[in-house]
């Protein structure tokens, strides 16, 4: 089974504002990744308490917790870009 992934985390404001529009963004991508055959995969910070309650109402359940490693250098998030 193929996996798909949406992030969020660029957005946290408009959906912390816009509740609604949350859930309805996070359900139309499960029924697109549905549709196409690909299970839909709920990733976030555990602090971050309204993602993980959008999860919960839209059915994820906590399968793992996965180690993060970041890196961040003078001039911020380093994304691998040049």
Known sequence: MQ???FC???WPALFQAHRELAYLTARAFMDACLSCGLRPVWGCWPENEP?????RKLGF??????PVCL???EEGWNRGED
Not at 61 to 66: A, G, N, R, S, W
């Open 61 to 66: 359940q906590l399968d793992c917790e996965q």
């Open 51 to 55: 993602s993980v309650r959008l999860a």
């Open 71 to 73: 890196w961040v250098d």
């Open 8 to 10: 969020a985390s660029p």
């Open 3 to 5: 996996i798909s992934f």
